[in-house]
């Protein structure tokens, strides 16, 4: 409907030529459509348009039209469900979460940018759901808090966006901070042995998930370039030789794209 914007470049969850609506959400109005259905005793044949209010006009303010979203909003989210935060609350939340497995006596904690990532990295280590640290974007208030108050292993997973943005120095993730430099990327394969060509096509990728698909197209672990480039932006901020540091990086399906292992996080 109108309002809503539609996506025109890969890279996206949604593919080009669709709505600018995220799975999730899709999801939960058709789940939401059979609940009823079944409630009423009739067939779930239910024709939907999302609309925007003034979408076209506010997504002007938004990263849509870089990304190649025209015309509207988009509608986000792994949950579906958007819930506002302050960011002085936000990062108490995260030092109570740190507290909380240090008086448990767990000797490993996990920081995720989101949901999906969370998900993947507990799957990924085993982890107790104490040990997962809903860090957000605060990834810098998460390390400088275990700085002063340690844990034995620390994780820090992530999107490919998140983690190439602390591959490139950002400690706050969110896109007002500033966005992921393509041409840095690019510079990134190709010091790590990246043909020309394939150097080229990711310094010209119009976001970072593009040019993740287009390294795996090629079989160039540019995941494992950019945890390793997070590492160290990450052991800078936390600077402890009796902490482990690891990185995960994950794709939107939780596929675990690349990785720096764990080793002493010395500036």
Not at 49 to 69: C, H, M, Q, W
Not at 158 to 182: C, I, P
Not at 238 to 262: K, Q, S
Request: proline share 5%.
């Amino acid at each position: 409907g109108e309002g809503v914007g539609m996506v025109t470049r890969p890279g996206l969850p949604i593919p080009p030529g669709e709505p600018a609506i995220n799975p999730v959400p899709r999801r939960m109005i058709a789940a939401g459509i059979a609940e009823v259905a079944r409630a009423a005793g009739v067939a779930a044949d239910v024709e939907v348009e999302i609309s925007v209010a003034d979408g076209a006009r506010l997504a002007l303010k938004t990263l849509n039209p870089r990304l190649g979203i025209v015309g509207g909003l988009s509608v986000l989210g792994t949950t579906g469900i958007v819930v506002p935060y302050s960011c002085a609350a936000w990062i108490h939340s995260i030092h109570r979460g740190i507290d909380v497995a240090r008086a448990m006596g767990l000797d490993h904690v996990a920081g995720a940018t989101g949901t999906a990532s969370e998900q993947a990295v507990r799957k990924l280590h085993g982890l107790d759901e104490v040990a997962l640290i809903d860090m957000g974007d605060f990834v810098g208030g998460m390390l400088k808090y275990v700085r002063t108050h340690p844990v034995a292993k620390v994780t820090v997973a992530g999107g490919v966006a998140k983690m190439t943005k602390l591959g490139q120095g950002f400690l706050d993730l969110h896109s007002k901070r500033g966005r992921a430099d393509m041409e840095a990327l690019a510079a990134l394969a190709s010091g790590a042995g990246a043909a020309p060509h394939l150097a080229a096509r990711i310094g010209a990728a119009h976001m970072v998930a593009e040019a993740f698909q287009i390294a795996r197209a090629e079989g160039f672990p540019l995941g494992d370039c950019v945890a390793r480039a997070a590492w160290a932006t990450a052991a800078r901020a936390l600077d402890r030789a009796d902490v482990a540091l690891e990185i995960a990086v994950f794709d939107r399906d939780g596929t675990l794209m690349g990785r720096a292992p764990f080793a002493p996080a010395q500036a």
